[in-house]
């Protein structure tokens, strides 16, 4: 099909209520043939432009680093699917923060839009069929959230409409043409420390501590595999839990006074990081992604963690930055941290979806509350999402920027 070609069904859509797409032959597991008429046919081109770029409109867009307009009072609302786990037994806590904060992003910025709450359980068909139905009544879709659910959405053929996944599906490089990967990647965040690092120690040699858990050998695998590329050595060191890790200590001790690398990474939580300083000291820089941080359990004046240098997000790190505190807090001010993350993925999910529906598939950038987010053209023309997250350094219970344009 040429340009004019495909322009000319556009032109059939918007003037016929999207009739002329309706006849497209079926080709994915669900059989989704529903009439474009039983959708916003006002805003057709926006489920167009990320899976055709050669079709897009032709219309000036707003500035890459400003909010797009919203649309005109006179257009029906632009609708959005917000597709999670509420129904899962496991996930639903997590699924309930995520929700709340996309509620809270509209509440603040939705003015032209509608957001439908579509609940689902885990197992990946149940997740499959309820994208179907909502594609049908919606222009953009957020979700899913749980990894294996955007893996099998990837796989599949379903995807007919924007789609901001919440999750990095499992060991995938790419995804389908329209999905734009939103999700909070522990290992993207490793290899963001590790160019911090670099760039602190040219000449560095790393020590990388790491616990047993997956989540910790993904992020000592990314942090080590950056670190390499950069042109640096390392060395790892298991720090196991319960009484091999205070035994760990020991050795640890006794192999930092015999060869001292220029920096520790930490691919720990915070519960398995304060021995290791204990034993460490400050005089050995330190470096961790957000599992690490310490939050609420680091009391003011305590030198377990002063000097750590974390990379979080800047909702978490940075709650007095101009971008975050425009955005309310989760009532449960008790909560912990990676709902925090949760709900402030929710906020910038929103925002993602938002730009998306009024950009036609254009560039953007976001001063988000997860993160400086850039979506640009990635490999084969689809879109991608690159996060910049916040750079502080622990003192005395309190988070200083290290740099404050993030």
């Known amino acids: 099909m040429n340009i004019l070609e495909a322009l000319c069904l556009v032109l059939l859509a918007l003037g016929a209520g999207g009739q002329a797409l309706a006849g497209m032959p079926c080709a994915g597991p669900q059989r989704l043939c529903a009439s474009m008429d039983t959708n916003t046919s006002a805003h057709a081109p926006v489920a167009l432009a990320m899976l055709d770029p050669a079709i897009q409109p032709r219309r000036a867009k707003p500035p890459t680093n400003e909010p797009a307009p919203p649309p005109p009072p006179s257009s029906p609302p632009i609708r959005i699917a917000l597709l999670l786990p509420l129904r899962s037994s496991t996930l639903a806590p997590a699924a309930e923060a995520v929700r709340a904060g996309f509620m809270a992003g509209m509440a603040r910025d939705g003015t032209g839009f509608k957001a439908d709450v579509v609940a689902t359980g885990d197992a990946p068909r149940d997740v499959l069929d309820a994208y179907a139905r909502a594609a049908v009544a919606s222009d953009v879709i957020v979700g899913p959230l749980a990894r294996s659910a955007v893996a099998a959405l990837a796989d599949s053929d379903a995807v007919t409409r924007p789609t901001v996944a919440l999750s990095m599906p499992e060991d995938r490089a790419a995804v389908p043409r329209g999905m734009l990967v939103a999700g909070l990647s522990i290992e993207d965040e490793a290899r963001q420390v590790a160019e911090w690092a670099a760039r602190e120690h040219p000449h560095g040699r790393a020590l990388i501590l790491t616990g047993g858990a997956a989540w910790a050998q993904r992020a000592a695998g990314a942090f080590e595999a950056r670190w390499t590329e950069l042109g640096h050595t390392d060395q790892r060191f298991p720090v196991p839990s319960g009484a091999a890790g205070k035994a760990a200590m020991g050795e640890l001790k006794q192999r930092l006074e015999i060869d001292p690398p220029d920096l520790l990474f930490a691919a720990l939580d915070s519960a398995a990081l304060r021995p290791v300083r204990a034993v460490a000291g400050a005089a050995i820089p330190c470096y961790g992604g957000g599992t690490a941080n310490p939050g609420r359990t680091a009391e003011p004046g305590a030198p377990d963690?002063?000097?750590?240098?974390?990379?979080?997000?800047?909702?978490?790190?940075?709650?007095?930055?101009?971008?975050?505190?425009?955005?309310?807090?989760?009532?449960?001010?008790?909560?912990?941290?990676?709902?925090?993350?949760?709900?402030?993925?929710?906020?910038?999910?929103?925002?993602?979806?938002?730009?998306?529906?009024?950009?036609?598939?254009?560039?953007?950038?976001?001063?988000?509350?997860?993160?400086?987010?850039?979506?640009?053209?990635?490999?084969?023309?689809?879109?991608?999402l690159q996060r910049r997250e916040a750079a502080v350094v622990v003192h005395a219970g309190a988070f200083e920027p290290v740099d404050r344009e993030r």
């Not at 993925?345 to 730009?355: C, H, P, S, T």
């Open 305 to 384: 963690f002063d000097g750590v240098r974390l990379l979080d997000l800047p909702w978490i790190v940075r709650p007095d930055h101009p971008a975050v505190m425009v955005y309310p807090r989760p009532l449960d001010t008790d909560q912990p941290l990676d709902m925090d993350r949760l709900y402030a993925l929710g906020i910038d999910a929103f925002r993602v979806a938002r730009e998306l529906a009024l950009r036609d598939g254009a560039p953007f950038g976001i001063d988000g509350v997860t993160g400086r987010l850039d979506v640009s053209p990635g490999p084969g023309g689809r879109l991608r």
